[in-house]
């Protein structure tokens, strides 16, 4: 990855186009990308990750002409955030860019859903120290360099619900294997 400038047509076909903008301004201290695209399905906005890099000491300027955020700081730092909602990719985006901020930083009202708790775990086996995983507070204590690692994501859970909801709908057995039943305490409710 050398780029710090995200291609407007890539970006603007997926919504998580987004979830590129921490790990870069994480790495470079700099990117410029378009607002995301993909689906349109109500409130969408990113002004839970904008803020929270502005808490993290960076800049952003939108670019309205031309259709460009621009984020970037020459050096981000520690901070104690609070999240305007608890928004999933605003979580995953704060914690990737602190990842690489040998400071702690504070997320409060974070997302807490199992693909966040995935990502806090990865970053725990590449050197990022983070507690309160599963909690609405995260505290990160950033690295100078992460190292590699191995790690299994887990189940989709929108993709075991839709397997619930097809065996219901058509009063079908299935069975479902490698889930979480503790991920899955309101479908099984």
């Known amino acids: 990855v050398e ?5 407007p047509d890539l970006c603007r076909q997926v919504r998580a186009s987004i979830l590129l903008a921490g790990p870069m301004l994480g790495r470079f201290g700099q990117v410029e ?3 995301p695209g993909g689906d349109v399905i109500g409130r969408r906005r990113i002004d839970t990750h904008l803020l929270a890099f502005e808490a993290m ?7 309205a002409a031309n259709m460009q955020i621009v984020i970037q700081s020459r050096r981000l730092h520690g901070a104690d955030i609070m999240l ?3 928004s999933v990719t605003g979580t995953e985006n704060a914690l990737m860019a602190a990842a690489l901020i040998p400071d702690t930083i504070t997320i409060r009202n974070a ?4 693909h966040v708790q995935n990502l806090c775990h990865m970053l725990a086996g590449m050197g990022v120290s983070i507690e309160g995983i599963a909690s609405n507070t995260l505290t990160v204590h950033g690295a100078r360099r992460l ?4 790690f299994t994501i887990g189940p989709d859970l929108l993709e075991i619900g839709s397997f619930l909801g097809l065996g ?3 009063r079908g057995e299935l069975r479902i294997k490698d889930v979480s039943p503790s991920d899955l305490r309101m479908v099984l409710h």
């Not at 000491?57 to 939108?62: E, L």
């Not at 190292?147 to 191995?150: C, D, L, V, Y």
Request: glycine share 10%; no cysteine.
């Open 111 to 114: 997302a807490s859903e199992p």
């Open 84 to 86: 305007d909602e608890a």
């Open 3 to 7: 780029t710090r400038r995200l291609s």
């Open 168 to 170: 219901a709908v058509t």
């Open 33 to 35: 990308l378009p607002p």
């Open 147 to 150: 190292h590699g690692g191995e």
């Open 57 to 63: 000491g960076a800049t952003v300027d939108v670019d």
